[in-house]
């Protein structure tokens, strides 16, 4: 899956034009979705310096990208060009709804599952009852 990814508010928090923190798991799941051979699509309205850093940061942390603020190579029609980049899914703190957690957005791609699905298979794990230590320690 092309999956296109928003800098300021999505990886990091706003500060814009500085960098903001990271969120909490964002990096790491954008890097498990590579694993799981997705292609990440840099997609933010970062230009020029601005657009350099954004790229920068994420390098350091580990994170590169296919393509950045366009449709992946293999993607581009050379007869027809777009603004609009190409991808299945779109990743933004601007949509409907707002930002998601990482972590129920990581399951709702790899389970294909919608919203309500994928945030109650994640609920009733945490809700499993958790055996202590000691009953680790003594089980037959």
């Known amino acids: 899956m092309i999956i296109a ?3 300021d508010g999505t990886i990091v928090e706003h500060a814009y034009p500085k960098i ?9 799941t954008l890097k498990l979705l590579q694993k799981d051979k997705h292609q990440l699509i840099l997609w933010t309205v970062r230009e020029d310096d601005l657009l350099q850093e954004a790229v920068d940061f994420c390098r350091a942390k580990g994170l590169e990208f296919y393509a950045i603020n ?3 190579p ?13 991808a299945d899914l779109f990743i933004d703190d601007r949509n409907l709804g707002g930002m998601l957690d990482w972590g129920i957005i990581y399951q709702m791609i790899k389970s294909g599952k919608a919203f309500e699905q994928a945030s109650q298979s994640i609920e009733n794990e945490y809700l499993k009852p958790r055996k202590g230590f000691f009953a680790k320690l003594f089980q037959k």
């Open 5 to 7: 990814v928003d800098f």
């Open 20 to 28: 903001g923190k990271e969120i909490p798991f964002a990096i790491d």
């Open 70 to 72: 366009e449709s992946m």
């Open 74 to 86: 293999d993607k581009i029609d050379a007869k027809f060009m777009s603004r609009k980049v190409t």
